[in-house]
């Protein structure tokens, strides 16, 4: 580790730069000096994009400094990182939020109003975890790893828990990614508690969405990439910039409309932030502590996406969900 130079971190870095983004035949299996080898001799062919580069980059950055702060590096050895400021430049993402009338092109598609599932979609998850994220802005594996015992209630309104449990394969991007989410209006409206409930008889610990569980190697990410195609093929948004994560872009904006406080927001979202109380991060017990359930809600509540239509969305909860919110009105 000692050894590793300025000039060693530059010449892996100008390798990765030369690696083909497409690998057939034995590329599939080729290792770092095959590959940029080929990308030399193929100019035209694209390459990874800078994103991955630095994500590679930043992984054996991890190592080094490991080394470093644990003992591998002699204490009388000089050393200084020799990764530091390699990162290449990224492009601008053009990912952005979902229009009003992508969303309203999602929600009239068959998967919402006939309840027609393709087998890409793996049953409820793929109505439910777009529905979650228009009005949670959860990424997706924080949805797929969710637990009945993940959804709660407290002072008469239920909670969406996104925390951790290694034991199950559950993790999250960051520390500040465990938070606590109340469950929107629309989202009772349409049965999701019923969902919920129809879940928790397969046990109190049941995933919500089984079939693309963390215990289902692999099942998320094809999941993710049908969703792609869904998109592209039966909704018909061409657009490649508009994916999943286009719904979390669609939250943050609506929290913004709605003048949510900047630190309430950035918790609800599991983002570090800017300010030093959201980069310390809440958790979900201390967001209850801070801002209390109705702040929260009244929060959440604000996401509303004008002239979204979601009258003909089915997902097979929504009748009874509608029944028992009469029968507490005449109650009330």
């Known amino acids: 580790m ?69 003992g591998v590096i002699p204490d009388d050895a000089p050393w200084s990182d020799p990764f530091q400021k390699m990162r290449v430049e990224e492009e601008q993402s053009g990912r952005g939020p979902f229009t009003v009338h992508e969303l309203q092109a999602i929600f009239d598609a068959p998967l919402f109003t006939h309840q027609e599932s393709p087998t890409g979609a793996k049953g409820a998850a793929g109505v439910w975890l777009p529905l979650l994220a228009l ?24 909670l969406l828990f996104i925390v951790a449990d290694r034991k199950a394969g559950k993790r999250v991007k960051t520390k500040v990614s ?30 919500l969405f089984p079939t693309v569980a963390p215990d289902q190697a692999g099942a ?8 792609g195609r869904y998109l592209r093929t039966t ?40 300010t030093s109380a959201v980069s310390r991060g809440y958790g979900a017990s201390e967001m209850l502590e801070r801002w209390g359930v109705k702040v929260l809600r009244d929060a959440v509540a604000k996401i509303e996406y004008v002239g979204l239509d979601l009258s003909r969305v089915k997902t097979g909860h929504e009748g009874r969900a509608r029944v028992r919110r009469t029968s507490d009105e005449r109650d009330r």
């Open 2 to 70: 000692a050894e590793i130079k300025k000039s060693h971190a530059r010449s892996f870095r100008e390798a990765l730069q030369l690696v083909p983004s497409a690998r057939r035949g034995s590329l599939r299996t080729a290792g770092l000096p095959e590959l940029s080898e080929w990308g030399r001799t193929h100019p035209e062919a694209p390459t990874v994009s800078a994103g991955t580069v630095n994500k590679q980059l930043g992984a054996v950055q991890a190592i080094a400094g490991w080394a470093y702060h644990n």
């Open 135 to 158: 009005f949670n802005g959860a990424r997706q594996a924080e949805l797929a790893g969710l637990k009945t015992s993940n959804v709660g209630q407290e002072a008469n309104a239920p």
């Open 178 to 207: 465990e938070r606590v989410i109340p469950v929107h209006p629309q989202l009772v409206r349409l049965g999701f508690l019923d969902y919920v409930e129809e879940r928790r008889r397969q046990g109190e610990n049941s995933w």
């Open 220 to 227: 998320l990410s094809a999941w993710s990439k049908w969703f």
């Open 235 to 274: 909704v018909g948004i061409k657009d490649t910039d508009r994916v999943f994560h286009s719904f979390r872009h669609g939250v943050k904006d609506a929290l913004r409309r709605g003048r949510v406080d900047v630190e309430a927001r950035e918790a609800l979202l599991g983002h570090s932030g800017s």
